[in-house]
């Protein structure tokens, strides 16, 4: 624990500027974040870096991948039906250009961008070509 907090100390001091320290530390962390082999599903062993990335792409696909629809019906039975058909029309209905006016003018011209990273002044300028 004193070692550990004696490190961290050292690190506030030295940490970021280009000592000796801090390459030795970037060198151990690299050491230590490296996979050097990896189990495949097979049970034989990857250890070249082309053969590990292979392993880690194919796992990562197969985890994101859909197996296909399955039958719900017994899980959506013990949920409590609150939207009814009426309202699901209105949710389900294709949106119009005047909701989406509606949505996008009050906002401020530089608050709320989206994942796109598109601020709603975009939006105002360019209304009527977009």
């Given at each position: 624990?004193?070692?550990?907090?004696k490190s961290?100390?050292?690190?506030?001091?030295?940490?970021?500027?280009?000592?000796?320290y801090?390459?030795?530390?970037?060198?151990?962390?690299r050491?230590?974040?490296?996979?050097?082999?990896?189990?495949?599903?097979?049970?034989?062993?990857?250890e070249?870096?082309?053969?590990?990335?292979e392993?880690?792409?194919?796992?990562?696909s197969k985890?994101?991948?859909?197996?296909?629809?399955?039958?719900?019906?017994?899980?959506?039975d013990g949920?409590?039906?609150?939207?009814?058909?009426?309202?699901?029309?209105?949710?389900?209905?294709?949106?119009?250009?005047?909701e989406?006016?509606?949505?996008?003018?009050?906002?401020?011209?530089?608050?709320?961008?989206?994942?796109?990273?598109i601020?709603?002044?975009?939006?105002k300028?360019?209304?009527?070509?977009?």
């Amino acid at each position: 624990m004193y070692l550990g907090q004696k490190s961290r100390a050292k690190w506030l001091k030295e940490g970021d500027r280009n000592t000796s320290y801090f390459h030795a530390t970037m060198t151990s962390r690299r050491r230590r974040n490296r996979i050097f082999r990896l189990e495949k599903d097979n049970g034989t062993w990857g250890e070249t870096n082309e053969s590990i990335e292979e392993e880690v792409c194919e796992y990562y696909s197969k985890l994101f991948q859909s197996s296909g629809l399955q039958d719900c019906s017994k899980i959506l039975d013990g949920i409590l039906k609150t939207i009814s058909d009426q309202m699901n029309k209105k949710l389900i209905k294709p949106v119009n250009t005047t909701e989406i006016r509606r949505a996008v003018f009050p906002m401020h011209l530089d608050k709320g961008h989206g994942l796109d990273r598109i601020f709603p002044l975009f939006f105002k300028k360019l209304w009527k070509i977009i």
